[in-house]
T-cell receptor, first 112, second 112 residues
Framework: QKEVEQDPGPLSVPEGAIVSLNCTYSNSAFQYFMWYRQYSRKGPELLMYTYSSGNKEDGRFTAQVDKSSKYISLFIRDSQPSDSATYLCAMSRYQAGTALIFGKGTTLSVSS | EPEVTQTPSHQVTQMGQEVILRCVPISNHLYFYWYRQILGQKVEFLVSFYNNEISEKSEIFDDQFSVERPDGSNFTLKIRSTKLEDSAMYFC??????????FGAGSRLTVL
């Protein structure tokens, strides 16, 4: 079983749709959970950061972590064409100076 | 907004040659990282560096790889004898803590 699994998509939605992106993981030691956005041939850009279980909201983005199910989600409300990118989940055991383990990424396309 | 700067943006080299990839992290950050992304694959952790020493490294980071912070601003990744499978995008990242990493735009390495 891979350490972090993420459906690569591609996922195509119309503008204004609600998007749900998900990752599952196998290592129960993960405590820190992140979502990154990556545009083609660019570096990942941090979108959301969550410690342990719970929800976090930032504008149109909501991150959810369910450690009991080893499942994390990112919801995008009122999706825009500018949201078209690859979304990467990432997680780590410790707070700093340690490896982030990434999912393979889900490619999202939002059409106007 | 502060950014992580990487050079070169693209390097082509012959198999067996040495390559040095350079990074200028964000000035007040304390943690430094190298990741790589083979085309179509996930972002993979190579090494983290803190307080002038390696804090963690992955299985990928074998004896062919080394990192150095030669002065107060640069952070380098050296590959001693490149192999075809080293062809990838290499990302430098830096952080002040809490796994909030800022990634550079990447250096694309092509080994022929």
């Amino acid at each position: 079983q891979k350490e972090v699994e993420q459906d690569p998509g591609p996922l195509s939605v119309p503008e204004g749709a609600i998007v749900s992106l998900n990752c599952t993981y196998s290592n129960s030691a993960f405590q820190y959970f992140m979502w990154y956005r990556q545009y083609s041939r660019k570096g990942p850009e941090l979108l959301m950061y969550t410690y342990s279980s719970g929800n976090k909201e930032d504008g149109r983005f909501t991150a959810q972590v369910d450690k009991s199910s080893k499942y994390i989600s990112l919801f995008i409300r009122d999706s825009q064409p500018s949201d078209s990118a690859t979304y990467l989940c990432a997680m780590s055991r410790y707070q700093a100076g340690t490896a982030l383990i990434f999912g393979k990424g889900t490619t999202l396309s939002v059409s106007s | 907004e502060p950014e992580v700067t990487q050079t070169p943006s693209h390097q082509v080299t012959q198999m067996g040659q040495e390559v040095i990839l350079r990074c200028v992290p964000i000035s007040n950050h304390l943690y430094f990282y190298w990741y790589r992304q083979i085309l179509g694959q996930k972002v993979e952790f190579l090494v983290s560096f803190y307080n002038n020493e390696i804090s963690e490294k992955s299985e990928i980071f074998d004896d062919q790889f080394s990192v150095e912070r030669p002065d107060g601003s640069n952070f380098t990744l050296k590959i001693r004898s490149t192999k075809l499978e080293d062809s990838a995008m290499y990302f430098c990242a830096s952080g002040s803590g809490a796994n909030v990493l800022t990634f550079g735009a990447g250096s694309r390495l092509t080994v022929l």
